[in-house]
């Protein structure tokens, strides 16, 4: 056993819960902390004891180290497990439990501070050897510095957050006219989620695989991979399936990638779990892209195909074991895939769809897992991370992993919020997704938006005998009827409650534009703080010129003029809270 009776998880959802029911297989008490927000939450709910650590936004809450420190030490807690996202990769926080005289299950502080930068970690695993991607292992400091290297290395560019992760302050660079807001919005994503605002340039890898190798590293020198994880499918650089063994990597390059992972964790001087992220070429290359000091998201994939519980062997290396693994021990059965379910709608360009959920009822049958963190009448806030559930299966190949992920997919109800339900069907249903194609290009693409929409939750009905459809989308209310000793399964269609504030806001629009239609007021699609303003009063605008930057459930969001003309009563400044249809601007005709 440990050395060790009570463990304080340092976050929230989905990741507190799973960490609480490994803690409870091995007979130690689960520790849960909560923001003002959070008071209802499952985590707190679920775990033996809960200590409120501030109000709801995270900064206040969730990233107050000292108030989680002091909540570990009420409990009587002997040990912190940070989960992922917050406090998880920050080397201060983990040197803070070990003054305490807490055991940080995790990483050392001195990896996760080498790990954390970027560029740092770059040097460090060329000097060892590891395959880096073409670029600076120096912060590049100047948008002409940046230029400078798009005409060293060439376009498209890699814009990165130093000291980023999870897709945040990462901008694309096609051209040079292009180097300025990538540069300057790669530096505030960097200041506003990782306080700092450093920023380095990488080649950027036209559609490659995101492949990624899971590692356990003890404190005796053992260090293992238990294969790789095909992260490729994304948007916004953020991860949406993940699924394992990689459908482009055989047995031989199994072993090479691996024994690059190996040797990045041994120049890390790592231990415990962690995952070293690279790109696959088409021709075959694998690049070093960055090492998750941390449990990812996507662990569960590998738990089902290795059978080993990754956070027990977080728990039992920080208590000090030895690995009861070796590499020859290590067997990949079947494959996994996971779908993450956020509260995004992908038909408004995924944005967060934050509120309460009204009903809600998860998949099961064999090889069927389900990590989440809400039940219904849960609120998805607008504080946190959008995700509402994480769907995980397991089946003997691809293809039978791909059909039982349609069918629980079409079994998950989550009404209340728009989700990704409908899109993951939409996808795992797609030739390119059939054929483990990358998918470039497929993700956000008009065609699987239309469909995600068919296959969603939410539909629109007929206005009138033409079959017109009516502005406003219905709300689908499942129920079952009995007729003459048959029962049947029907739909009852409500309006959404928001159409009349939708309808509100055309109104006033249209009042605005008055009988010649002159003008258009730009509104917010989200609740959120504004980043940045990137006009003023009485400027000239293009169709799609953007006109601020609106942050939200954790994703920079660009909020662009529809029509040219010229903007007027603009209302917004940056650092300033916005409401979801809030009036930005009204860009009126130049004439």
Known sequence: MPPFTKVLVANRGEIAIRVFRTLRELGIGCVAVYSEADRGALHVAYADEAYLVGRGPATESYLRQDRLVDAARRAGAGAVHPGYGFLAENAAFAQACAAAGLVWIGPPPEAIELMGSKTAARAAMQAAGVPIIP??????????????????????????????????????????????????????????????????????????????????ADAHGNVI???????????????LVEETPSPAVDDEL?????????????????????TIEGLLTREGEYFFMEMNTRIQVEHTVTELVTGVDLVREQVLIAAGE???LRQEDVHLHGHAIECRINAEDPSSGFLPSPGRITAYRPPAGPGVRVDSGVDAGAEISPLYDPMVAKLIVHDVDREHARRRMLRALAEFEVE??????GFHRALLEHPCFVAAETCHGVVESKELVERAEQLSHETTVAAASDGTRPPSRERERKSVVEVDGRRFNVTVLAPEPAYAELARRRRERSDRSGAGGAADSIVSPMQGTVLAVEVAEGDEVEAGQVICVVEAMKMENEVHAHRAGVVTELSVEAGKPIASGQVICVVVDAE
Not at 225 to 239: A, S
């Open 135 to 216: 670029g600076t292992t120096d912060p590049v400091g100047s948008v002409e510095e940046l230029v400078a290297l798009g005409e060293e290395l060439g376009y498209p560019l890699l814009v990165k957050a130093a000291a980023g992760g999870g897709g945040k302050g990462m901008k694309v660079v096609a051209t040079p006219d292009e180097a300025a807001r990538a540069f300057e919005s790669a530096r505030r994503e960097g200041e506003a989620y990782f306080s700092d605002p450093t920023v380095y340039v990488e080649r950027y890898v036209e559609d490659p695989r995101h492949v990624e190798v899971q590692v356990l």
């Open 225 to 239: 991979h238990l294969g790789e994880r095909d992260c490729t499918i994304q948007r916004r650089h953020q991860k």
């Open 416 to 421: 209340g919020v728009k989700t990704l339900v």
């Open 254 to 274: 199994r072993e090479r990638i691996g024994a690059i992972a190996v040797d990045a964790a041994r120049a890390a001087g790592y231990r415990s779990a962690g």
């Open 322 to 324: 030895p690995l009861w």
